[in-house]
């Protein structure tokens, strides 16, 4: 088994993925936590962003090998 991702590659991840609404790689905010323990079966992480351009809001789940399962 591989050895899952660290928070902060997790962070980069989040970082590196456009606004879902504007394109734009700028943040307000960027946050990274260790995802429940009912939900570890399919993400790691879940990152919270704030868009620095539109302001949008955004979940990202993040699996442990560094693919991204969802956004909303």
Do not use: F
Not at 21 to 44: I, L, N, T, W
């Amino acid at each position: 088994m591989k050895k899952p991702i660290t928070e902060s590659r997790a962070e980069r991840i989040a970082k590196a993925h456009p606004c879902e609404k504007c394109g734009e790689y700028s943040y307000k905010r960027v946050s990274v936590k260790e995802a429940p323990k009912g939900r570890q079966e399919d993400v790691a992480w879940i990152a919270e962003k704030v868009c620095g351009v539109c302001d949008t809001e955004h979940e990202l789940g993040i699996a442990e090998d560094g693919r991204i399962v969802y956004v909303s």
